[in-house]
């Protein structure tokens, strides 16, 4: 009988001292009776040196993209990549690629490829530094997410992504057949999240979503990773952007701290953001109507050069990359959107603006049952299908409130990317259902 008692520690590896790493080869440079090997390991590159007369002898069955080990003795060198490398003795070939040239040079510092190339060899071009560097960013966020919304007393959970009707409405939904009964892919977990609050008060989710939206723009997927959260006894929607604010100031300090790597190889200034300026809808839109000469088109919601405009007059006059869109029309908004007692045909509810684009939705909902009932009744809908939601207001529910990121948008401004696809690990669009 053998006993398994976790995992062990790995010892730090010290100069000076003997070492045995393994790796993939990202790249060789034979330099005669000198050869650098790069290896491509979790950490980053590491760099083995071979001299000496028999120095190939050491590489005559290694290529790039294999994985193997070395040996050799670990020294300092500010030149090479992490400031050390490894004076090889020993190679020892774990596996062999096939020997066919790389589909993509993932060696050089930046992909000179098509966005489309990138996506169809992503498992390849996903090696490349630069690439993945942006995947770890998107680890750093998510990890900010959960990290700060549990030291505000939030419960995490997880919730279907199989419905048996969309919680936004609407037709841009992805339907299927579940059993022979009608289903379909759920747009958010608004009916979920909501339901939770009367259980733990604060409920988050990281998870994806689908929207069946017939759109083939730089900042539209089929499928997307929403960072979700609904916290209960809000005495204001102002509470929920306070709080978005405080994840994005948890999240750039934790980029700052253990992501500095990454920002270094995508040479990234992380955006202030001690404070985001928030706005009204109707005044905003007009606002830059007047500045840029822009008409207007569509009264009811923000067209995106409109999303950019606010941005621009954020940063020219505000100083800030970030700001709060706030009271948007009730005809744009879902029907469980709580309607501003002042003005009902306005919502209390915001999206967040980051460098031209929306982020971010939320707001506060109707937490009272009768005019949950009043409301869905005035746009012409049914209960059908809702009942469990219902029951939930039915026998109380506090004030609340919560919102919505898009995980992918958010790392595509942060990375200053043109195409959100470019931050997105495999993506799903009217066009691409693999890999």
Known sequence: ?????????????????????????????????????????????????????????????????DTIEISGILSENEKAPGGVEVIVDGVNVLSKATGEMLPLPISKWRLQ????????????????????????LQEGLVRGFRDYLYAHGFTEIHTPKLAARGAEGGANMFRLDY???PAVLSQSPQFYKQMMVGVYDRVFETAPA?????????????????????????DSFTEIME??????????????????????????????????????????????????????????DLEPEEEV???????????????????????????????????????????????????????????DYHELLEKIASRGMTTEGMEQYLMAFKHGMPPHGGLGIGLERLTMKLCQEENVRETTLFPRDMSRLEP
């Not at 950490?43 to 002898?57: H, M, N, P, R």
Request: overall charge positive; glycine content about 6%; aromatic content about 10%.
């Open 1 to 65: 009988m053998e006993l398994v008692t976790g995992v062990k520690m790995e010892k730090p590896m010290e100069i000076g001292t003997e070492v045995q790493v393994r790796g993939s080869v990202y790249a060789l440079r034979d330099m005669g009776n000198l050869i650098f090997l790069i290896l491509r390991r979790r950490e980053g590159l590491l760099q083995g040196v071979i001299s000496g007369e028999g120095a190939k002898s050491y590489l005559k069955d290694v290529g790039e993209a």
């Open 243 to 300: 709080m978005e604010t405080g994840y994005l100031q948890a999240a750039f300090a934790l980029l700052k701290a253990e992501y500095q790597k990454e920002l270094r190889i995508l040479d990234l200034e992380l955006p202030k953001v001690e404070a985001i300026p928030a706005v009204r809808f109707s005044e905003i839109k007009e606002l830059v109507a007047r500045e840029y000469g822009h008409k207007i088109k569509n009264p009811f």
């Open 113 to 136: 490829t098509s966005l489309e190339a990138k996506l169809n060899y992503r498992a390849i071009a996903l090696r490349n530094l630069r690439e993945r560097a942006k995947f770890k």
């Open 179 to 181: 059993f022979h009964k």
């Open 309 to 367: 405009l606010i941005s621009r007059y954020a940063k020219e006059k505000w100083g800030t990359d970030f700001v709060f869109v706030t009271h948007y029309p009730t005809k744009k908004r879902p029907f469980y959107a709580m309607e501003d007692p002042e003005d009902r045909n306005y919502t209390l509810s915001f999206d967040l603006l980051f460098r031209g684009m929306e982020i971010t939705t939320g707001g506060q909902r109707i937490h």
């Open 210 to 234: 689908f929207r069946a939206e017939k759109h083939n723009t730089k900042r539209h997927l089929n499928e997307y990773i929403s960072l979700d959260l609904e916290m209960g006894y809000i």
